[in-house]
């Protein structure tokens, strides 16, 4: 890699420093504690900042939304089923700072009144129980010392892409099939065992940590009027430099692209399987962030080498396999999104095929029942779209 | 009381109240929302999107089963929004189905079918992934073909929720989901009680029932064979549906005929039996309280009536080491296979090896009940072919009998004649108001002390019932049970069953004398009766049954005369040596 790059990139790296960033844990602990509930969640708001895990829900929302329910028994549930193709993220942040991880749930739980927490963390990373394991158990004596009636616990997925969808993951907690619920009632009123939960993702709750420590203002300091603060991004594919780096939001795509592509970059995928592909003719008019192309930190950069069609192919065939197979636009609609590719690419089925599957995909979008489904019309047809001919030929 | 909220389908206004759904909400306006995967019986599940429904400012569709109305709604059920939807997930339905529609049991019967044609999907929208699958014919009763599976999980739902026997479950995921059972074994060799419950909830052909109708075509066709029948009284009020009679309609004299014209050489009823049931199950059950109450010696009581095959594999599965509580009589059913081959044999000089007796059904699980290994006390299987109600509308229909137009007929006599007690063997309760009627009688000498005979707190449709009887004015044999007090407990469905079966496996149950069948509603809602089902359709029969019972002249088991003549010129009294060897049974401890 030249030399010019790398220094780009670590002077990137220094303008944005918040989620790896050394605190000090009683302190911070302290201060939140010392917070009123309706405290806690105005600053979130103000703040402005939006989910991590892809979905971009406004976090201070949904942390009223399950203060205003009025329950005894409330949970906060930290997210780390991370699964989404090309995100890992919050592996790292889970390994070097889950202690802040920890003091984003005990913020939540102050705000919305839940005694009881639970990390999901997925199957794959259950290496990195001991060391959690450990860390919690400090954690949840500084809490038990101050009084704070809060607990954390840790409970392992079991490996399914689904999961990653709140209500399936609460469906999965209770011991039942990983499947989404239906919405409403939507988990800040009915979630785990019925009771008001909220579930954030890892790096949300880092945030939330870093806007309360801060102020909502110096958080409102980064990012754009959309997409406030910054994100950590996990580069992988072609890239000159891959790996974990935390950005600010709102950056052109063709910035990004000049940062970390190999010079040959043909296409990158924001969002990971269930993102938008972008094409180079358009990294200049695209936006990362909520009022662009949003990403839960997942972007695979696609040099010229690539086959498209490859890509999209590998997407579905993840797709077909990780639906949880109850609604049939997607159990059907991802297995036909495939044959018909390999259809129309073998010639049994005319190029206009596309036409009718985008059509389908359309109609996923609008009608499946969750987020898995619904966003599988993302990367088909922003990749037809855009390659079309990659496909047909 | 819920809050009442204002919204607009399709730009009318109206009224409801905030726990209705958007479905329930366009019924009300007369605006069809078509469905698959939701039962009126059921649980809701959203998941095969066919009722999505537009909602103004909503970024998606909404499934309107499970959607809750919101003040202030705009809602539309008929854009092109929606209709290509639907369209879509329709034709994605087909792309994986075994599209074999005019070779398929369920050929004018099945909801996909329907919506099909309703929305006109023609020819080959998607490619076709419907892949070659074993159709699991193990289970006497029920037939499994996956490849007719829209994976809508109503069986799972029903045996899952409503029964609570999890026979049938979700496996896998995705492109390899399936709806299967433990292990992905064959229905014979898991919990499944052959109820049938899961059938009569399918919507496509992936759930029907064992077919003997070309078995029973057969034996009619044999001139050397003797060929009798029977009718379970859960059938006259139901058999109508499947010829074109709505819900409710007794057909009963209508249905003599057919079947006689079907060519059965003798036309019986299962309901001579019921009433043998009960001399022989009421008089077991005063045996068990004498024991208990006079002699001091352990008896076990609660007795539970054995007349529900699909209850009966139940306990045998779930509870097996309380079977000792289980009456030991076989179902009426049994019992005339064995009576048919034995006293009917003999009265009318036939060789019993050339009888064969076929039974008509509101059940699948007496199809399995009747190939069980004991049932053969005469020397012969007692009842050779067992068919259901929709069956034999299939069997008219084929005969091309014009069956609205036929005359009442009436059952031939030796096994043929019955009271308004065994009628009500087809409702839930029903067992236990017809054992009352006589019991009672026999203890006091007296007429139960109901209006009419109607022993009203036993009947309806509350999945568990219970009743007290006092016992007062006992004649001398019985005056050890003077001012007792008989407590009743009538349950049906499987999971009701569960509550108060539990109850007595824990040592904890006030009763003397559970009821329970196996199906919701008893056998009116059985699992062989015509579909669709539902509490509204399930209400109507039972209040045809209970018709039934009111305007026959006769109305307690023990008057039935040729209940009568059978003791006195061949079984000698009931619980005799020759009852035991032909009208009781025993039952198996069953593994998982």
Same mark, same amino acid.
């Given at each position: ?9 670590e ?5 944005v420093?918040?989620?790896?960033q050394d @605190?000090?844990?009683?302190?911070l602990?302290?201060?939140i ?7 806690i969640i105005?600053?979130?708001t ?13 976090? !201070?929302?949904? #942390? ?23 995100t890992f993220?919050?592996?790292?942040i889970l390994?070097d700072?889950a202690?802040?991880?920890f003091i984003?749930m005990t ?5 919305i ?7 999901y963390i997925?199957g ?11 860390e919690?158990?400090e ?7 101050? !009084? ?6 840790i ?5 399914a ?12 907690m ?8 239906n ?16 579930v ?14 801060d ?9 754009t009027?959309d ?11 072609? $890239?000159?430099?891959?790996?974990i ?6 950056m052109?795509?063709?910035e ?58 590998n ?9 949880? !197979?109850? @609604?049939?636009p997607?159990?059907?609609?991802t ?6 590719i ?6 049994e ?9 985008i059509?389908?995909?359309?109609t996923?979008?609008v ?6 489904g619904?966003?599988v ?5 922003s990749?037809?779209?855009?390659f079309?001919?990659e496909?047909?030929? | 009381?819920?809050?009442m ?8 206004p ?6 209705t759904?958007?479905?329930e909400?366009?019924?009300m306006?007369?605006?069809k ?5 939701q039962?009126?019986?059921l649980?809701l599940?959203?998941?095969c999107r066919?009722?999505v429904?537009e ?10 089963? @499970? ?7 705009d ?10 939807s639907?369209r ?5 339905l ?5 599209n ?7 050929n004018g ?6 919506? $099909? ?10 490619i076709d992934? *419907?892949?070659d ?5 193990s ?28 026979a049938?479950?979700?496996?896998h995921?995705g ?7 433990? /292990?992905?074994?064959p229905?014979h ?7 049938g419950?899961?059938?009569?909830? @399918? ?13 029973v075509?057969? $034996? ?18 139901a ?23 079907l060519?059965?050489?003798?036309v019986?009823?299962t309901?001579?039996?019921a ?23 352990p ?8 007349? *529900?095959?699909? #209850?009966?594999k ?8 309380i079977?000792?509580?289980l009456?030991?009589c ?8 064995a009576i048919?081959?034995t ?9 019993p ?15 399995f ?5 004991e049932m ?7 009842v ?5 109600t929709?069956?034999?509308?299939? /069997? ?7 069956f609205?137009?036929?005359e009442?007929?009436?059952c ?7 009271t ?5 063997f ?35 449709m509350?999945?568990?019932r ?5 016992i ?5 044999? #019985?005056s ?7 407590k009743?407990?009538?349950? &049906? ?13 824990? !040592?904890?149950?006030?009763y003397h ?7 919701p509603g008893?056998?009116?809602?059985g ?15 039972m209040d045809?049954i ?11 088991s023990h ?18 040596h ?5 009208l009781?049974? &025993?039952?198996?401890?069953?593994k998982?």
């Amino acid at each position: 890699m030249d030399i010019d790059k790398k220094k780009k990139i670590e002077q990137y790296s220094k303008k944005v420093d918040l989620i790896f960033q050394d @605190c000090e844990i009683k302190p911070l602990v302290d201060k939140i504690l010392n917070m009123k509930p309706n405290e806690i969640i105005n600053t979130i708001t103000d703040s402005g900042l939006k989910g991590r895990g892809g979905a971009g829900f406004p976090t !201070g929302l949904k #942390w009223k939304g399950a203060a205003d329910t009025f329950s005894d028994i409330k949970y906060v549930i930290c997210n780390a089923d991370e699964g989404e193709p090309g995100t890992f993220k919050d592996r790292q942040i889970l390994q070097d700072k889950a202690m802040k991880v920890f003091i984003g749930m005990t913020a939540c739980a102050k705000a919305i009144g839940a005694k009881e927490g639970f990390i999901y963390i997925r199957g794959e990373y259950n290496y990195l129980l001991p060391k959690l394991e450990k860390e919690l158990g400090e954690f949840n004596r500084i809490l038990k010392d101050k !009084g704070f009636d809060f607990n954390i616990k840790i409970r392992s997925g079991s490996g399914a892409y689904v999961c990653g969808e709140e209500t399936s993951l609460i469906e999965s907690m209770e011991g039942k099939r990983g499947e989404p619920r239906n919405k409403p009632p939507f988990p800040v009123k009915q979630g785990y065992l019925n009771m008001p939960t909220v579930v954030n993702n890892v790096e949300t709750l880092v945030y939330t940590v870093m806007v309360l420590r801060d102020g909502p203002d110096e958080f409102k300091k980064l990012g754009t009027k959309d997409s406030r603060g910054a994100k950590v991004f996990c580069v992988s594919g072609d $890239a000159a430099i891959q790996g974990i780096f935390e950005l600010e939001l709102g950056m052109p795509l063709q910035e990004f692209v000049d940062l970390f592509g190999d010079g040959h970059t043909k296409a990158v995928q924001v969002g990971g399987s269930s993102g938008h592909c972008v094409p180079y003719k358009k990294f200049g008019e695209t936006v990362i962030g909520f009022e662009g192309i949003p990403t839960g930190g997942s972007m695979m950069l696609f040099n010229s080498s690539r086959s498209m069609y490859h890509v999209l192919h590998n997407y579905l065939e993840f797709f077909e396999e990780e639906s949880c !197979g109850q @609604c049939v636009p997607c159990r059907v609609g991802t297995q036909q999104l495939l044959k018909g590719i390999e259809a129309v690419k073998k010639g049994e089925k005319p190029a206009s095929y596309l036409n009718e599957l985008i059509k389908l995909a359309e109609t996923m979008r609008v009608s499946a029942k969750c987020g898995l489904g619904q966003s599988v019309s993302n990367p088909f047809i922003s990749i037809v779209d855009n390659f079309r001919e990659e496909i047909i030929f | 009381m819920a809050n009442m909220v204002n919204l607009k389908i399709n730009d009318i206004p109206l009224k409801v109240s905030e726990d209705t759904t958007l479905l329930e909400a366009a019924k009300m306006l007369n605006i069809k929302v078509p469905t698959l995967c939701q039962h009126p019986d059921l649980l809701l599940a959203g998941n095969c999107r066919i009722c999505v429904v537009e909602v103004k400012g909503s970024r998606t569709l909404q499934a309107s089963c @499970c959607t809750p109305v919101r003040d202030g709604m705009d809602v539309f059920t008929n854009t092109q929004m929606v209709r290509r939807s639907r369209r879509h997930t329709l034709s994605l339905l087909l792309s994986e189905h075994n599209n074999d529609c005019v070779r398929c049991y369920k050929n004018g019967n099945c909801e996909l079918q329907a919506l $099909a044609m309703e929305y006109g999907i023609e020819g080959e929208t998607f490619i076709d992934i *419907s892949g070659d699958t074993a159709i699991d014919m193990s289970s006497p009763s029920i037939m499994k073909d996956d490849s007719k599976c829209i994976k809508c999980q109503r069986c799972v739902r029903t045996c899952q929720e409503l029964q609570q026997v999890s026979a049938l479950a979700v496996a896998h995921k995705g492109n390899s989901i399936k709806l299967t059972t433990f /292990m992905e074994k064959p229905l014979h060799f898991v919990v499944c009680t052959n109820c049938g419950q899961c059938v009569n909830r @399918c919507p496509t052909g992936a759930l029907i029932e064992k077919s003997y109708i070309s078995e029973v075509w057969n $034996a009619l066709d044999d001139p050397a064979k003797h060929v009798v029948v029977q009718t379970a009284p859960a059938v006259r009020v139901a058999l109508g549906e499947t010829l074109g009679y709505d819900p409710g309609e007794r057909v009963t004299g209508k249905m003599v005929t057919a079947l006689r014209r079907l060519g059965f050489d003798s036309v019986f009823d299962t309901n001579f039996t019921a009433d043998l049931t009960i001399m022989e199950e009421g008089t077991e059950l005063l045996m068990r309280l004498k024991s208990a109450l006079a002699d001091k010696n352990p008896a076990a009581l609660p007795q539970f009536t054995s007349c *529900s095959p699909g #209850w009966i594999k139940y306990i045998e599965h779930e509870f097996p080491d309380i079977l000792d509580y289980l009456s030991t009589c076989k179902s009426p059913q049994q019992m005339f296979g064995a009576i048919a081959k034995t006293y009917y044999a003999q009265k009318s000089g036939i060789d019993p090896k050339d009888i064969i007796v076929v039974s008509v059904m509101p059940c699948t699980a007496k199809k399995f009940e009747a190939n069980r290994p004991e049932m053969n006390s005469s020397g012969y299987q007692d009842v050779d072919y067992v068919i259901t109600t929709r069956e034999l509308g299939r /069997m008219i229909r084929e005969a091309g009998i014009d069956f609205k137009e036929l005359e009442a007929g009436e059952c031939d006599s030796l096994l043929g004649k019955h009271t308004g007690a065994a009628v009500i063997f087809g409702a839930t309760g029903g067992v236990m108001e017809a054992a009352l009627r006589t019991a009672y009688e026999i203890i006091t000498g007296r007429e139960v002390p109901f209006d009419n005979l109607n022993i009203t707190p036993v009947r309806g449709m509350e999945g568990v019932r219970e009743a007290t009887i006092k016992i007062e004015g006992c004649v001398p044999d #019985w005056s050890f049970l003077e001012g007792a007090e008989l407590k009743v407990a009538i349950a &049906h469905g499987l999971s009701n069953a569960r509550k108060v079966t539990k109850q007595v496996a824990e !040592g904890k149950s006030p009763y003397h004398f559970i009821e329970i069948m196996a199906c919701p509603g008893g056998c009116i809602g059985g699992g062989g009766q015509p579909i669709p089902t539902s509490l509204d359709i399930r209400q109507l029969r039972m209040d045809a049954i209970y018709n039934e019972d009111g305007d026959l002249p006769l109305r307690k088991s023990h008057e039935n005369p040729e209940i009568t003549r059978i003791y006195s010129d061949f079984l000698g009294k009931p619980l005799s040596h020759k009852s035991h060897e032909l009208l009781h049974t &025993h039952y198996t401890k069953r593994k998982w």
